[in-house]
């Protein structure tokens, strides 16, 4: 069988990867990713949208025979770690989003484009490799890896949505419609996972935005050795959350972030995304400030002058109130942000003052950084599933109306299964100028007598202008007798 053209874009992805990454370490990913799912409303819109009685926990199959080469990756990776699909091709819903998560930046070449600086619009350049030692250590890396990452810049805000990336926001809206629109329930399966592998590899790219290193165009940050085999190279700042959190132990979000478009959780005008908030309020390893040499006796406002003065950014600022007798202890001294949070260690030695992270201070950064980042996945994955159809019985006919988010001009389509589960379009797309949130747009005559259950599609643009597919479901079969008492029971 020929597996369907965005399963196989997948299986190429996975051909060519490496075994390090540049962005959050595949643990980390995963762990942010599953920490938003739990936290969102994708558990009730699965059952709701799709019709998946277990949510997140329902058991997806994307047969081997459909997709091979990514199945056989997959199975790469430990299967203790919640994303390996069995010998069947099955995992839970919640193991495909994953998935998307964790494959999201393979080969390197895309890796690239998981860098956006807010400050410049720009993607990743090789701006902060310098000298002689980091050129030759990052071309012996990009030979390893078999791709120049440093030539593979384009913003992250412009990946989500480019065609040359086979997990964009075309691919989940393409694999969100078949898993409504399909004949079989085998096809409508293997679709809902593809479109949670899409919505996770849209995380991923997100959650690279709370990296200080990928929205401070810091590519040398990713060069460093931070392990025993030399070829282990990468971000030791990501090293440390993957050491100190896992998978499991990813914080939870104290709020889910509420944005009005994809990109307004990267970055917005009121500076509200998440690369806007990361690159003025944390350093990377290579856009600290430079060292400089401070003259005995200098007072804190000639300090602060030379200091403004070789800032990488204007923001983060250190204040002009350094302590400077601590830092010429031998452990140094450290700078404070207004809540307390390590923001950089600082060292004077022969009246040079330098600049360093040390990973305790990492660790601090990491324990605030990755709350907000699970805030703002959570956030996405409510506004990638935000609007249902809600179908209700009334006497012979079924009422269709949007529940989560005010719809604007779009195309409504209604479908009916028969009891193999085999899908039947019924009746005509129509045209749809408005449906505000609870109210009834559509009413449906009655449906075939055989029909066990009725889905239906809308595509179109929200109230923001945003693009929007919407997926309603209802099931017209009588519970049994067994499942009425068990509910009794439960009662």
Same mark, same amino acid.
């Given at each position: ?5 965005? @399963? ?70 430990? !299967? ?61 890396? %990009? ?7 440093? *030539?593979?810049?384009? !913003? ?9 990336? /086979? ?22 399966? *293997?679709?809902?996972?593809?479109? @949670? ?15 200080? &290193?990928?929205? *401070? ?12 085999? %030399? ?22 979000? /104290?709020?889910?972030?509420?944005? !009005? ?54 923001? /983060?600022? /250190? $204040? %002009? ?32 003052? $330098? ?17 907000? +980042? ?6 996405? @994955? ?5 609007? %249902? ?24 389509? +209604? ?15 129509? &045209? ?42 209802? $099931? ?13 029971? *439960?009662?």
């Amino acid at each position: 069988m020929k597996y369907p053209r965005f @399963l196989s874009a997948i299986a190429l992805v996975l051909a060519a990867m490496p075994s390090s990454g540049s962005a959050w370490e595949a643990n980390t990913h995963a762990g942010l990713t599953e920490q938003a799912a739990l936290q969102s409303a994708l558990h009730t819109r699965l059952h709701s949208q799709f019709g998946l009685d277990q949510g997140l926990f329902q058991g997806l199959i994307v047969a081997p025979a459909d997709a091979p080469e990514l199945l056989v990756s997959l199975r790469a990776f430990n !299967p203790t770690h919640g994303y390996v699909p069995d010998s069947r091709g099955r995992l839970t819903a919640l193991g495909w989003l994953a998935a998307g998560s964790v494959l999201a930046d393979s080969p390197p070449g895309h890796a690239a484009h998981h860098f956006f600086d807010p400050t410049t619009g720009k993607g990743l350049s090789d701006a902060t490799v310098r000298g002689l030692a980091q050129r030759l250590h990052h071309s012996l890396y %990009t030979r390893l890896a078999g791709a120049s990452i440093t *030539r593979s810049g384009m !913003p992250a805000i412009e990946w989500v949505t480019h065609p040359d990336n /086979p997990m964009n926001l075309a691919g989940f809206f393409g694999q969100y419609t078949s898993a409504v629109t399909a004949r079989t329930p085998a096809e409508r399966q *293997r679709n809902v996972a593809g479109a @949670l592998v899409a919505a996770g590899a849209l995380l991923h790219v997100l959650q690279d935005m709370g990296s200080p &290193s990928h929205v *401070r165009d810091d590519l040398a940050a990713h060069l460093d050795v931070v392990g025993n085999d %030399t070829r282990d190279t990468g971000s030791r700042f990501e090293r440390v959350a993957a050491v100190a959190y896992g998978r499991l132990g990813v914080p939870a979000a /104290p709020t889910i972030v509420t944005r !009005p478009s994809l990109r307004a959780f990267f970055t917005a005008g009121d500076r509200g995304g998440l690369a806007d908030r990361t690159a003025v309020r944390w350093f990377s390893s290579h856009t600290l400030p430079r060292s400089i040499r401070i003259r005995p006796g200098a007072g804190s406002s000639a300090i602060g002058q030379i200091l403004s003065g070789n800032l990488a950014r204007p923001l /983060p600022a /250190p $204040s %002009t109130r350094l302590d400077m007798r601590s830092a010429q202890e031998q452990r140094g001294a450290r700078l404070l942000d207004n809540q307390g949070v390590c923001v950089a260690d600082y060292q004077l030695r022969r009246n040079t003052l $330098s600049w360093y992270i040390e990973d305790d201070c990492m660790a601090e950064q990491v324990a605030v950084i990755l709350p907000e +980042v699970t805030g703002y996945s959570a956030g996405l @994955l409510d506004f990638l599933f935000r609007a %249902t159809i809600a179908l209700e019985r009334k006497g012979k006919q079924i009422h269709a109306s949007s529940t989560g988010a005010d719809l604007g001009a779009g195309t409504f389509e +209604v479908f009916w299964d028969d009891e193999t589960g085999n899908r039947t379009r019924y009746g005509k797309t129509v &045209s749809i100028k408005q449906a505000n949130h609870g109210e009834v747009f559509a009413v449906l005559p009655r449906v075939p007598g055989r029909a066990r259950a009725v889905a239906a599609l809308y595509r179109g643009v929200d109230k923001n202008g945003q693009t929007v597919t919407v997926a309603g479901y209802l $099931s017209l079969a009588q519970p049994s007798a067994k499942t009425n008492n068990a509910q009794k029971v *439960r009662r």
